[in-house]
């Protein structure tokens, strides 16, 4: 905002914040952002034909879809990850897959690697499960560091590269991984260099007794999955759509006191009493890019600081540790992040 803006703005008292913003970010036309809206309601409505509840993951997932990043998921076995993903897939038209993470599961699984072909004689390069749209990770903690490394190392540079030779992977590429909160036997813990990776870590818990109940009727009948997708859900966009929403979504307005909020935020949990480890400025940008989702999903072009709470837990969750002493007392992360929350003032209109 220019001095002359906040100068008209001090001297107008009767603008509203909506009035100011407007003022300041028109590049989005409004009818993008209706667009958008209506676009992460189909999509959702769609997502419930097959999928029921766990609202945290439909909204995490999609929010870090159209924010460029990728997604941890903690939860037990059985509570219908894969069939998100396929019907995620489905929904947005974009190809899917899933790789079931084993002790020993090596880089070149995943990547792909050189075949030597007979009829040419030469080494033809062979893809990878990896060459897909969206990815499940399967409890992605069972594999050795070196894969880690492999799939991590693909996320953010959105290419392999096998023999000197890049290969591209198609966009939008959104992982999704797993991990089992329960069993620790036989597991890798991922490095907070390579956790920091995510843009969040979303917890899945059990459904509610009405969303349970709903599950049992809705796929208890012994229907191929296959038929349902291809019968009962429709396809709402494409990879280019998504890429077009993303753009939109990055030129959402952020106004300086928000980012200031944001750094706070951030910075606040490098000296926090409970906390051992803060976050990283990863971890802001994060904060930044999702809100701006978020604020685009609600049809605004303009982030609130309600946009940035309401990720500050799955996107900080897995970027700090807590101290010994506060393990001992059976504090929590998520406890004390909105500890951290409660203690810094929210930037007004």
Known sequence: MNDETQQNSQDSPSSSPQEMRSSVSAAIPPESLLKIKQLYQVIT??????????DELV???????FSGGHVLIES???LGKTLFVRTLGKVLGCDCGRIQFTADLMPSDITGAPVYDMKTSEFQFRAGPVFTQFLLADEINRSPAKTHAALLEIMQEYRVTVDGT???????????ATQNPLESEGTYSLPEAQLDRFMFKLKVDYPSAEQEAEILKMHSLQLDLNDRLENEVKTVASPELILQVMSVCGSVLIEDPLVGYINEIVRTTRHWPSFHLGASPRAGLAL????RTLAAFNGRDYA????????V???LRHRVQLTAEAEIEGRSVDEELHGLLGSIQVPRD
């Open 304 to 311: 609130v600081p309600d946009d940035v709470v309401d990720v």
């Open 59 to 65: 909204r995490g997932t999609l929010t870090a879809l």
């Open 288 to 291: 930044m890019q999702s809100a």
């Open 45 to 54: 409505n769609e997502l419930s034909k097959l999928y029921v509840g766990q």
């Open 313 to 315: 837990i799955p996107a």
């Open 166 to 176: 890049s290969h591209v992977v198609p966009r939008p590429f959104l992982v999704m």
């Open 76 to 78: 037990v076995p059985g």
